[in-house]
Every structure is written in structure tokens, then in C-alpha cells.
DNA sequence: CTACTAAGAGTCAGTGTGACTCTAACGTGA
DNA sequence: TCACGTTAGAGTCACACTGACTCTTAGTAG
């Protein structure tokens, strides 16, 4: 007899970076995919994640599976969707809240990878167990989409970048070549970055700037109940969008 | 001794609906709350919701629940946010997947009110259960965003309608005037509306023209798992954005 | 010191949008 | 029946934004 459960409460994180394609030589997105040590789809590769323990956070939660099983600590971390279509797991019905994250290009490299971790390109992923595949495609929808009214990109950097740093980061989300001197004009007016004063040595060409994120602007882009400055709880820069519920 | 409990699932559902305001004279939003007749929170306002059963689409159990309460069936339904800080609920650790919706001008009024079902005015609600102002806060200033970028405003409205009536549903939503001349070049360009080539008679002044919904336009817009046209499951329009998972 | 390359400033034309004007077409009331 | 009031709907103008492009600046590499 099959006893009647309640649906379990998993969260799974789709972390992208960005790493040099070898096949185009660009810089192009790449996701780490854990492979499965268990049934169902045993074997398949599948997003970092697992289920929700009662007393932590879910975006926590998010954070700590994704250290647990890649190593990283991303910059950026948003809930992306909750799935949860009655078929999407064999066996008892399983509820995916699902987070979407950035991590630094120079970190990614760093990641743990053996047998069970790997990196994958995102626009050329194998089969992956349950739903994954349309989840990394509404994700890869989200960062697409959302690079271009919010300014998020700088999560794929360091503390400071060049404007050429920055465009190359929007070129490979993008896929798309993007004019330099009207990509400086938009970011310039936009704000949302800080001239250091500082310029970047040893360059072959004409030294560049060196930018800093300005988190002021960043802020008053995001919802109503964005969290307040100074006041992140996370160890990591906190998720945006979403509201926070007071105790 | 406190036994440890899985986090319980529930859903809600943010219903908006566009219903003349007594103080203001001009069109608002409302939405439709019921008193808690239990505990905890027992006799406050909350969104309409409940827990979800096993074997329910999340989207039919939001759907569901509402029409149980309130008696409306929205012409819109999507995710908003999965809400599930530790703390947001008394006693045991509950997640609560939330919809929001649309419905209907003229069903508004049809809407079931009683004792324990009641609308109030979007921007002056009472205190409510749980974290139930974040969200609505939150549901708010996505249907303000969203309207400017999307076309769901045809969602407050019927089969066909006058590009007045149209506009008026934007001033209500953004509360603020539109230019008549500016807002029908803007809606015209889009694509998203269609002439019928009928026109509204018995008004006091020039007919005006009555439009319809253009769905193919509008499709353009969701995410790239948009649900393909005609082959919704669902017997509302179906929810967009989300992706959906091929069993 | 010259060539090369990228940084960064500036120009110009096309497009979208807010503010505004003007004409068309109805019902209403004298 | 005919001027009048009112809204529908077309059209105009100025300004801001953006893509394509040019030009100057400032480094390294020979």
C-alpha cells in the first residue's frame, strides 16, 4: 500500500560563472552539475541541492549545499522559481524551491571538481535528471533578461574591473558584441559604477580605469522590501528581489 | 518535548481586482482577504490559501482554494515568491508558495462577502496574519512593474473592450493620469491588441472602437517555457512565466 | 622614436515618448 | 433641427536615448 506523504521540500541552487569556451575562445557561461549517487535518475547530472532542514533559512540552505558540494561562495543569490508539478519526481511528490547564483570567474576555478562535480557549458548540457534541463533554461532566461535592466554583472568580478572587463561580461551573457564607447556611455550614466581613481598597470595599451560597484544605485533598482543596507543577515551579499518577512 | 516536524507546505494567492474607490471617486485596486477562524493569528485578515494537497498542481490547489473562499475565478495566475523565513509563522515551520492573480472587473462584485470574506483597498489594509503585508506589498509592485513591460492589463477586463476602458486600468494600476493620444499610439505600436472593427454605440459622444486581446503578441513576451498556445491544461489562461516540467 | 592597440571622448542620425493641438462623430437640449 | 458639449482619434513638435561611427590619448613593443 502506498501511505499518503506530504510533499518534500528540497532547494536546489543553478550557479553560473563565467570560463573561457575553448571551442569559440570567448568567455561563455558554465554551470557546476553534481552527478546523482542515488535513485531515482542515478548516475544523471543534476543541480546542487538538497532538502530543507526546519530550522534553516531556505536561501541558506541554498548557499550552504552549494558550498558542500562545489566549494563556492557566490556573490550573488536569488530565488529563481518553486517547482513543483505532481510528476516531476518519481515516487513521493517533491517541491523544488529553486535559487539562481553568481559566482567570481576567478573563485570558480577553484571549485572542488572530481567524478561526482563538473563543469558544464551552459548552452551544451547533457540530459539532466528530472526537471533540470527547463530549470537551467528559465534560469539562463532570468540572468539574459535581467543583465539588461538591472546591473548584476559585476557578481562575475572582483572588488574592482575595467569597463572592458565589465563589457566582456555582458558580451558572453548576451552573446553579442557590444559597441565600447556606447557601452561606457550607458554605464557611466547609469551610475551604478564608481571610478576609483585607480588605474590598471602593465596593460600593452592606454592604462583603464579601475571601477568600483556603487551598492547605493544597485538598491533603489531592486523590490520594495529589498534588505536594508548594512543590516545583511547572510554572510554572502544577500538575496535582492526578494521581501523579508519580519518575526 | 517538541518533536521535529518537516516544514509544512501551504499556498496562497494575492487577488487583485479593480473596483471603484468611495473616497477617491477614481478606479483602485482591491483584493479580497478572509478572517483566520483559527489559530494562530484566529480572527485577523489573511490572503486565502491552504495546504497543499499530494497530489495537486500548485497552480490548481491556488486556483482551487481561492474559488472555495472567495468564489472568483481569476483571468491571470502566476507564481509570485515562495515565502519561508524560519520565523514567519508561530509553532511549527510552514513554506508558503504564493500566486497572484488577477480577475475580472464585473466578477469582483459577484465575489462571495461575508462575515468572514471581505475586500479591502490595496494601499489601506489592515494588520494581517503572518508576513501577508510583505507579500502584498511585494505582489503590488509586481503588477505595477509588470504592466508597464507586459500587457496583463486586459486581465482586469472582458472579451473586448474600448482603449479607455484600457487606459483606465493603467491609470488605476499606476496611479497616476495618461495621456489618451500618447497611451493609443503606445498600445497601438505593441501589437498587443487587435480592432474588431465593432464600435461601442449609445455613448454620448464619438463610438469608440472596441478591441480585443492579441494572445499571439502577448506570448512573445513570457519567458521561453511559455505554454504553447492551445494546449493549456488548465481551465484559466493558464500561468505564463513559469516554465513547465514534461513528465 | 615609430608603430600598434586599446581607452575614452565626441558626433550624427534614427527612434521612442511626453506635451500639446486639431478634427471627427456622437448624443443632448434648446 | 441645429448649435453645443464631450470624447475618439489623428497629427505635430521637442527632447532624450541609442546605435554606428570618428577622433584623440596614452600606454607597450619593436
Chains 1, 2 share one sequence.
Do not use: C
Not at 203 to 221: C, F, G, I, S
Amino acid at each position: 500500500m502506498t501511505e499518503i506523504q506530504p510533499p518534500a521540500l528540497a532547494v536546489s541552487t543553478v550557479i553560473f560563472a563565467l570560463r573561457p569556451d575553448l571551442e569559440s575562445g570567448f568567455m561563455t557561461l558554465w554551470l557546476p552539475l553534481v552527478r546523482r549517487t542515488r535513485e531515482p535518475h542515478l548516475g544523471l547530472w543534476a543541480l546542487p541541492g538538497g532538502w530543507l532542514p526546519s530550522d534553516e533559512e531556505m536561501s541558506a540552505a541554498a548557499a550552504r549545499t552549494l558550498r558542500e558540494t562545489t566549494g563556492l561562495t557566490p556573490k550573488y543569490l536569488e530565488q529563481l522559481y518553486t517547482f513543483g508539478d505532481v510528476g516531476r519526481s518519481p515516487g513521493n511528490r517533491v517541491i523544488s524551491v529553486v535559487y539562481w547564483a553568481l559566482v567570481q570567474s576567478g573563485e570558480a576555478d577553484l571549485a572542488a571538481v572530481d567524478d561526482n562535480v563538473q563543469w558544464f557549458p551552459a548552452d551544451r548540457l547533457p540530459a539532466l535528471a528530472f526537471d533540470h534541463n527547463q530549470i537551467v533554461d528559465y534560469a539562463l532566461w532570468r540572468l539574459r533578461t535581467k543583465v539588461e535592466y538591472s546591473r548584476i554583472a559585476h557578481a562575475f568580478l572582483g572588488e574592482t574591473f575595467t569597463l572592458a572587463q565589465l563589457r566582456d561580461v555582458h558580451e558572453a551573457v548576451l552573446r553579442r558584441a557590444l559597441d565600447p564607447a556606447n557601452f561606457r556611455r550607458t554605464i557611466e550614466a547609469s551610475g551604478t559604477v564608481v571610478d576609483t581613481g585607480l588605474r590598471l598597470a602593465g596593460v600593452p595599451h592606454r592604462p583603464p580605469r579601475l571601477y568600483r560597484y556603487n551598492d547605493l544605485q544597485a538598491l533603489a533598482e531592486q523590490g520594495p522590501l529589498a534588505p536594508a543596507l548594512g543590516l545583511n543577515d547572510t554572510p554572502l551579499q544577500s538575496t535582492p528581489h526578494p521581501p523579508r518577512s519580519t518575526t
